[in-house]
């Protein structure tokens, strides 16, 4: 699978994907118009390993909530990133077997590297 999640209205993640330089074959799902599904959310666990890998702790909502004060499970985790599109790091790209979530520079140098090997 080639696939990126990202946002339209995000700068960064625009700003990535034209670094990266996405190639045509990756589909491209932005998650504010088109929700991931538990399904997506699923598999992106089995790439990531964990809930929590994909889970953005600089969402707006996290702070609101005060979740930092909580100790979020697995199961917390996924039910947000199910709730609101903004619990998800983003972006997460992935290509093939291989997954890059988040904007740090290390992430997405590996993404571009994987991509344009």
């Given amino acids: 699978m080639k696939k990126i999640y990202y946002l339209t209205t995000c700068d960064t993640c625009k700003r990535i994907m034209k670094d990266i330089d996405l190639?045509?074959?990756?589909?491209?799902?932005?998650?504010?118009?088109?929700?991931?599904?538990?399904?997506q959310l699923d598999e992106l666990h089995d790439l990531a390993g964990s809930y929590e890998a994909l889970f953005s702790k600089r969402a707006k909502l996290y702070k609101e909530r005060n979740l930092k004060d909580e100790t979020l499970?697995?199961?917390?985790?996924?039910?947000?990133?199910?709730?609101?599109?903004?619990?998800?790091?983003?972006?997460v790209i992935i290509n093939a077997s291989e997954i890059f979530i988040g904007?740090?520079?290390?992430?997405?140098?590996?993404?571009?590297?994987?991509?344009?090997?």
């Fill in 23 to 39: 190639p045509q074959s990756f589909q491209k799902q932005d998650i504010k118009s088109e929700p991931l599904t538990v399904k």
């Fill in 73 to 91: 499970s697995e199961k917390d985790f996924k039910s947000l990133l199910l709730e609101h599109y903004t619990f998800l790091k983003r972006p």
């Fill in 103 to 117: 904007n740090s520079k290390k992430t997405v140098e590996a993404a571009k590297n994987s991509i344009h090997s």
